[in-house]
């Protein structure tokens, strides 16, 4: 793992990284350099994007993209099951009209992740192919997974608005009356 | 046969065919599907009381809910409630059909399903083991020999209402009413 660290600094100088367990490498990378970043570790034999994941800093005002890279057996020469080795590459967005590159062009099965991205965060990947709804019926003014989005208000002013058949029928009743 | 039934068998024996042989539509929604294959298969065997699973709505006349309803199941809910044939009954599971359970703050999950479907009981329980499901239905058996397992009717009668807070919920509905609105 330190011998793969090395080699990485010594392409990419603006890289943040440490080994927090023998098989796990964080690195913390500025958003211009990411894409790069993937695409060399993808050539190294870290081919496989297992997730895309999102975090909500809303003090500092800033989304986290998580990309969880591993690999898959046959290229690695130096593979064991021991050491299974991921590699975890952070980097941080503003959160005003948040938008990021696609990385489809680079690892395909991005598409899904991202498409879930951004109904749930509201970030839009420039050059996806297809950013429609992927889980939800109804449509939300916030997205719903930010932390400003209030769901116990949200609950009481939709599905607690809705009144029971029983008060339905009496409304009814007190209206003709 | 239990001779004690012979009496209700003579005066209504399409009542009681219905009542002992439940067939119930596939339809898995949400955690408590996982409570269905050990109670039709062999350790509990629903066939005990004429429980059967069937694979379309046009066959079944039970329906059980399983677990937590999210919008887009429910979408999918009414469409097969509407499906099947009467006498038709419902019986919800768990929790989070009658107000919510754990997902009571959720923003994609329905409270009360009897808001939008008529519910002939619940199972109480998170989830409910394969004994309580056997404890609903003999219950539900009780309930349709007192006329009182009625959801099918309420349906049809307060029609315009459950299709008010469906589109309430929903917005347009992409289907036509089941029934015609009588009165307004």
Not at chain 2, 120 to 145: N, Q, S
Request: hydrophobic share 35%; charged share 30%.
């Amino acid at each position: 793992m330190e011998e793969l660290k090395k080699k990485i600094l010594s392409i990419f100088n603006d890289l943040e990284i440490y080994i927090r367990r023998d098989n796990r490498m964080f690195v913390n990378a500025r958003k211009e350099t990411v894409l790069s970043l993937l695409s060399y570790l993808k050539n190294l034999w870290y081919d496989h994007l297992g997730l895309i994941s999102c975090n909500d800093w809303i003090d500092d005002s800033e989304f986290e993209l998580v990309y969880i890279l591993s690999a898959y057996m046959a290229k690695d020469e130096e593979y064991q099951e021991k050491e299974k080795r991921n590699i975890i590459i952070k980097t941080r967005i503003p959160r005003q009209k948040a938008k990021f590159i696609t990385v489809i062009d680079i690892f395909k099965n991005a598409e899904p992740y991202e498409r879930e991205l951004h109904e749930m965060f509201g970030i839009k990947f420039e050059g996806h192919p297809r950013l429609t709804p992927l889980f939800l019926e109804l449509e939300y003014d916030i997205p719903p997974f930010r932390k400003d989005f209030d769901t116990e208000k949200y609950v009481e002013n939709n599905y607690g608005q809705i009144p029971t058949i029983k008060e339905r029928k009496n409304n009814k009743r007190n209206e003709r009356t | 046969m239990d001779r004690n039934q012979i009496g209700k068998w003579l005066k209504n024996p399409s009542k009681m065919a219905n009542k002992y042989s439940f067939h119930v539509v596939y339809f898995c929604t949400g955690c408590g599907i996982i409570e269905i294959p050990p109670t039709i298969t062999a350790r509990w065997d629903a066939e005990r009381f004429g429980i059967i699973p069937v694979a379309t709505p046009r066959q079944a006349n039970l329906f059980l809910i399983t677990g937590y309803v999210s919008t887009k199941t429910l979408k999918a809910i009414i469409r097969t409630y509407e499906q099947m044939p009467e006498p038709k009954y419902t019986i919800a599971f768990g929790s989070c059909p009658i107000n919510g359970g754990m997902y009571y703050d959720s923003y994609n999950t329905i409270k009360s399903l009897d808001k939008y479907i008529p519910v002939d009981g619940y199972i109480a329980g998170c989830m409910p083991r394969p004994e309580a499901i056997f404890i609903g239905v003999t219950h539900l058996w009780k309930l349709i020999d007192m006329d009182k397992a009625d959801g099918y009717k309420r349906y049809r009668e307060d029609y315009e209402f459950y299709r008010e807070n469906q589109e309430q919920l929903f917005g347009e509905l992409n289907w036509p009413p089941l029934f015609k609105n009588k009165g307004s």
